[in-house]
């Protein structure tokens, strides 16, 4: 007799910096709860997005790229991903199609395959930046990289977030392999993700579009105060968002600002559109910039920016 059981559990994904995690998590849950961008190590804290079936109830936690720590902060990011993948159900392994596997992936690879009890999925995302044969390759390369390091792959898939292919088989066979089990979180949430910490991740967003390469690390952004604007009709509310930005360097300061506040005019009308639907109300938006001299190596400046 078939198992018709509902199944819920935990799956995070994992893998090398910019390996596609917090887009395929927005992918699932089909609503964005993760930023997303193209410089690496955009993620820097564990992101919960939760997939509502009439089977199941997928909790899938979008982790930091796994890197060669050059900071205290990258350290405690690295430690992050460790205890994640040691609690869940189900381990996700992100290996980009378009880039070859290195030696940062067999690191990964070799880490996970301490954790023997639990079911480990390898998934080649990014499917759609190359051809059907480059698929195929890096497909064969992931088998032989579970039998280099002695990892039995639960399930081998290929996906492209994107353009959604496969991300539903992928939801189908990660649901598989959870326990069964009620639902965790109420019908209709879509992640446990508080909402300031949201607010100041689209502020950081929408900063590190278009910023020099080695600016994005040196980038944190904290929520001040969201208060509501008193004297205002219930019919036309606004919020008022006061938020700060974080850099190292007075020399950063100036290029997060550019010309005549020119640059920080645009991050802020980029982000505030976010937070507006992200809350559903009108918002006021006030960043300011400050410096934080070499906040990512300082344990002090560290806590107090929520690391």
Not at 95 to 100: E, H, K, N, S
Not at 179 to 186: N, Q, T
Not at 294 to 304: A, G, I, N, T
Request: proline share 6%; aromatic share 4%; with cysteine.
């Amino acid at each position: 007799m078939t198992d018709t059981s509902f199944r819920s559990g935990f799956s995070c994904f994992v893998g090398r910096p910019n390996a596609g995690k917090s887009t395929l998590t927005n992918a699932l849950v089909g609503e964005k709860v993760a930023i997303t961008s193209s410089k690496p190590q955009t993620t820097r804290h564990t992101v919960r997005g939760i997939v509502h079936r009439a089977d199941g109830q997928l909790v899938l936690v979008d982790t930091p790229g796994l890197h060669k720590p050059r900071t205290l902060l990258g350290e405690r990011l690295n430690a992050l991903v460790r205890d994640t993948w040691s609690e869940v159900d189900v381990i996700g392994f992100c290996l980009p199609a378009d880039v070859a596997i290195g030696t940062g992936d067999t690191f990964i690879a070799k880490e996970l395959a301490t954790e023997r009890n639990t079911p480990k999925v390898a998934i080649v995302t990014k499917t759609d930046l190359v051809d059907h044969k480059t698929v195929g390759d890096r497909l064969l390369d992931v088998m032989r990289l579970g039998e280099a390091v002695g990892i039995e792959w639960a399930e081998v898939v290929p996906v492209s977030a994107v353009a959604g292919d496969q991300v539903q088989l992928l939801a189908d066979l990660l649901v598989g392999l959870m326990p069964p089990g009620p639902a965790l979180y109420p019908d209709g949430e879509l992640t446990d993700e508080p909402e300031m910490i949201m607010c100041a991740e689209l502020i950081r967003e929408a900063a590190l579009e278009g910023v020099r390469d080695e600016l994005p690390h040196s980038i944190a952004v904290v929520i001040d105060d969201m208060i509501p604007r008193e004297n205002r009709s219930p019919d036309n509310p606004l919020l008022d968002v006061h938020a700060s930005l974080y850099v190292e360097r007075d020399s950063q300061k100036s290029i997060i600002i550019g010309h005549k506040g020119s640059r920080l005019r645009d991050v802020g009308i980029a982000s505030r559109k976010q937070i507006e639907a992200l809350l559903g109300t009108r918002v006021h938006l006030d960043l300011r910039v400050k410096v934080a001299k070499d906040w990512q190596q300082d344990p002090r400046q560290l806590r107090k920016l929520g690391f």
